[in-house]
């Protein structure tokens, strides 16, 4: 399990540079990663993970110290994924090797299988239907999803279980905490709340 000295170490990776508002490219801070990633222990440890919508690596990352077995992290911006290569580089300085691989492609154009899912996907507020695409494509290609999303979103699930068929279950409510980076941001932090949902596909 993730500790204190984790998250310290969190605090020090590099965030995105230049965030794009339309990918919703918000960091996952550190003190919800590791809450997020400790939920998701059994489903890490020994696990095939892709962390869909990567941005700079703290799931990945985090996957990959908790004990997976190998962890692919996804995203569309090539920008972000330099900043992940160079997150990776510096905290195996610290864990040694650690079996996290990056990869530039579009999710929606992803053919992938692996045992877990993690991510921390668009919520759908500034192109509509983003986290829908990321929830298809996560049961798609694995057996088990552990996701962010907007607070509350068992309706939102609901729909879509009917059609897919998955199960979910709310892990709880958090509060994830932003820091102004967007031209249009007027406060220095914002505070969201959100829900961890693990979602289960059947065989």
Known sequence: MLKKQDEIIFQSLATFHYPKPHLEQYPTPPDLAVKFLNLAYEDIKDK???DL??????LSIGSAILGARMVVG???DILALKVAKKNLEAV???YGELKVYFVNADIRELKFRADTVVMNPPFGMQRRGADRDFIVKAIEGSKVVWTL?????????ERLS???GFKFE??????LSIKRSMRFHKKE???????IYRLTIPT
């Open 74 to 76: 996804v995203d569309i």
């Open 189 to 195: 932090i914002y505070r969201t709340r959100v829900s």
């Open 53 to 58: 919508g990567c941005g700079t690596g703290i």
């Open 92 to 94: 195996m300085g610290i």
């Open 149 to 157: 999303l907007g607070v509350d979103s068992d309706p939102f699930l």
């Open 170 to 175: 709310k892990m709880g409510n958090f509060i």
């Open 162 to 164: 009917k059609i897919y």
């Open 48 to 50: 095939v993970v892709f």
